[in-house]
């Protein structure tokens, strides 16, 4: 079916940026069928957390940065942020409370590292003479990840991998009218891991309720729904124990859909960076894309 044109923009050169900091280098290319599901981020705000200036002597306290949401974090100091050299101390943490680095002396404006989550710790330290000015955080930067589910194509494989026990990915594929069958093969690693596979109509399916499921000991299953209605089947590969890559591929037998690609035109970059770009094209009816990259043109 047709819907007029469609102009494919932000939330895939977002994911670009994301690729450029790995690559440097991005390369376009259609994948009929699959759908980019990951969007990222990235926004700067004001935000001021500070100690008292100058700081007590023999003082131990700790602040807690939070920007609910957020799949990393960091966070700017001012330029007057100072400690005793040597005898007090800075500390930035994690959210779960692991070190990342202990500073003294004068330390002037910076940026932290980034980190995962969406908290970090800031901690002072002094002793029982000589205080400076302290710190002043004024800024928090942070990321945000959205995720939809990824649409595939009848009989197109999609790869991607689960990275602990209890975690799951989600897909859906669209059944068409008349359609006699749908085939879901899940194949994961040979050894070492435990994937199962679930599909349910028109919601996304759980470890306790579906419509159709394959668990066995393996990370190789297969889910056959005959007769299926039409419309939304939504797929959850779940990792039952263990880790590791894996394909999905969904085939429905009989029924009419479209076969026809769409024409892609009007292809552009901008905003080059060295560590991102953004890249946008125009297609002739709704699709889907992928982006693939490389660090050469033939990577």
């Known amino acids: 079916m047709r819907f007029g044109k469609m102009k494919n923009t932000v939330f895939l050169s977002l994911v670009v940026v994301g690729i450029f900091l790995l690559s440097g280098f991005g390369v376009l290319a259609q ?49 007057d942020t100072e400690v005793e050299n040597t005898y007090d101390f800075l500390y930035f943490y994690d959210g779960s409370g692991t070190q990342i680095w202990k500073k003294t002396g004068t330390l002037g404006a910076f940026w932290t590292e980034w980190v995962n989550g969406d908290t970090v710790k800031v901690r002072l330290t002094t002793d029982y003479s000589v205080t400076k000015y302290g710190f002043k955080i004024d800024q928090r930067e942070y990321e945000t990840v959205t995720s939809s589910d990824v649409e595939l194509s009848s009989g197109v494989a999609y790869f991607d991998s689960l990275s602990a026990t209890g975690n799951m990915d989600y897909y859906k594929i669209n059944v068409p009218s008349g359609s006699t069958k749908l085939e879901v093969i899940l194949d994961g690693p040979a050894s070492g891991c435990d994937f199962d596979l679930y599909v349910k109509y028109n919601q996304r399916p759980t470890t306790s309720s579906y419509d159709g499921r394959g668990y066995t000991s393996s990370s190789d299953e297969t889910v056959t729904i005959n007769s299926p209605s039409t419309g939304y089947y939504y797929i959850m590969p779940y990792s039952y124990s263990g880790s590791g890559s894996y394909s999905i591929k969904a085939t429905v037998t009989g029924g009419s859909s479209d076969t026809t690609p769409p024409t892609i035109s009007n292809i552009q970059s901008s905003s080059i960076t060295s560590s991102g770009a953004t890249i946008t094209w125009t297609t002739d009816e709704a699709s889907s894309s992928v982006v693939e990259y490389g660090t050469t043109t033939s990577y």
């Open 31 to 79: 994948a009929p069928g699959i759908q980019i599901n990951l969007s990222k981020h990235r926004a700067v705000e004001n935000y001021v957390v500070e100690s008292s200036h100058p700081y007590t002597n023999n003082y131990d306290n700790t602040w807690t940065i939070t920007k609910s949401g957020a799949s990393k974090i960091r966070i700017h100091f001012t330029s």
